[in-house]
């Protein structure tokens, strides 16, 4: 199975990896994707990779560093939380599902979380979707990989809702 890899552990007893990637970038509905990725789909030996993606159409050296410290603080972070997890992150330059539809077939992902937000009421009226919800729906519909997007409840009420290729917007009380 694509992104599960056998390594040889103590007592020559082999131990099954898997490699979660969750994309991330300044926004909330990320950082609650790749804290639910950690505490749901993670396990020891695990490794997570969390991969930001710059826009080809940003230059410069203020940009590049600000991605750096922002993908530096958030493996941090998981690593702080579930030290027994493998955390890497990527900072990487390009257009979006191109960078992830590559990264995922090179790094043999296993499965791929990615932040949902709540769809604008006004583009719901207007039977449109937003660019996130465009990408998110693409990837899960394309990439060889499991793909969930995940989104958090509103204020108030406890628990994800959880998109797949199979599911959408299955509520997950966690």
Known sequence: MEGLNMYGGENGIFVMKKRVMVVVDQSSHSKHAMMWAL???TNKGDILTLLHIVPSSCKGYENSSSSSYLATTLGSLCKACKPEVEVEALVIQGPKMATVMSQVKKLEVSVLVLGQKK?????NCLCLKSSTEEFV???????????????KQSNGVSGYLISTRWHKNFWLLA
């Open 39 to 41: 505490t749901h789909v």
């Open 119 to 123: 769809p604008s009421p006004f583009l």
């Open 137 to 151: 729906e693409q990837c899960i519909n394309s990439l060889e990989c499991l793909t969930i997007g995940v989104r």
